[in-house]
Nanobody, 130 residues
Framework: EVQLVESGGGLVQAGGSLRLSCAASGVTFADYAIGWFRQAPGKEREGISCISSTVDMTYYADSVKGRFTISEDFAKNTVYLQMNSLKPEDTAVYYC???????????????????????WGQGTQVTVSS
C-alpha cells in the first residue's frame, strides 16, 4: 500500500519561502510520477508541479513557474517542493500524489487535474499573509 505524508506547511508572509516534503512508504519513488497539487477554499484542485523520474523531467503550472522547484531525494524516498516568493494567492492545502502509470508532460492539461494519480497524501496547509 502506498502511503504519502506531506509536511512543511505553515504561515508565512508574502515574499517568504517554504519547503514542502512528501515522504513515501510502500513505493519506490524512482518508478513513479509524482505531482504536487493545491486546493484553495471554493476553488478546484490545481496542478502545481509534476516530476517524472524515469525521464528526469519536471513541469510546472504557469502560476508558479520560476518561483517553485520540485526535486527528489531517492535515498530518502522523498519529493520536495521549494516555494519562494510566495503570494497570498498561493494560500491553499497542498497535496502530493503518486502513480506508477501517471504521465508528466509539457502539456499541462495531461496531468494537472490529478485524475491519473491514484495515491494521495493528507495535505498540508500553506497560508501566505499579505
Amino acid at each position: 500500500e502506498v502511503q504519502l505524508v506531506e509536511s512543511g506547511g505553515g504561515l508565512v508572509q508574502a515574499g517568504g519561502s517554504l519547503r514542502l516534503s512528501c515522504a513515501a512508504s510502500g513505493v519506490t519513488f524512482a518508478d513513479y510520477a509524482i505531482g504536487w497539487f493545491r486546493q484553495a477554499p471554493g476553488k478546484e484542485r490545481e496542478g502545481i508541479s509534476c516530476i517524472s523520474s524515469t525521464v528526469d523531467m519536471t513541469y510546472y503550472a504557469d502560476s508558479v513557474k520560476g518561483r517553485f522547484t520540485i526535486s527528489e531525494d531517492f535515498a530518502k524516498n522523498t519529493v520536495y517542493l521549494q516555494m519562494n516568493s510566495l503570494k497570498p494567492e498561493d494560500t491553499a492545502v497542498y497535496y502530493c500524489a503518486a502513480d506508477l502509470w501517471a504521465y508528466c508532460s509539457g502539456d499541462y492539461h495531461n496531468w494537472a487535474t490529478g485524475a491519473d494519480f491514484g495515491s494521495w497524501g493528507q495535505g498540508t496547509q500553506v497560508t501566505v499573509s499579505s
